[in-house]
């Protein structure tokens, strides 16, 4: 599935966008592994972020609008409720 196209932050600028995702609150995903290897969503206002945990913060961070998160998470959902998806 794609997510959708990267979204420019204009107020935050592209060299400032690090900066905009340090404020973010970031939640680590229900379905963690405990090691790590799992992944981290958190959002400013219009924008829902992604990244990897074992980056520590300082990897690529996924940006995609709220819209289409709600789409993917609800797929995910559906996949997880499917009993012919084993």
């Not at 979204?7 to 592209?14: E, L």
């Not at 980056?55 to 009993?83: C, E, M, N, Y």
């Amino acid at each position: 599935m794609i997510l959708g196209a990267p979204h420019h932050d204009h107020a935050a600028g592209p060299g400032n966008f690090h900066a905009v995702a340090a404020l973010a609150a970031w939640r680590k995903a229900t379905y963690s592994n405990g090691e790590g290897s799992c992944i981290e969503a958190g959002s400013v206002p219009g924008l829902v972020l992604v990244r990897d945990t074992t980056q520590h913060g300082r990897g690529p961070v996924l940006r995609v609008t709220p819209a289409d998160w709600d789409r993917f998470t609800a797929s995910i959902k559906g996949l997880a409720s499917d009993p012919t998806n084993a």
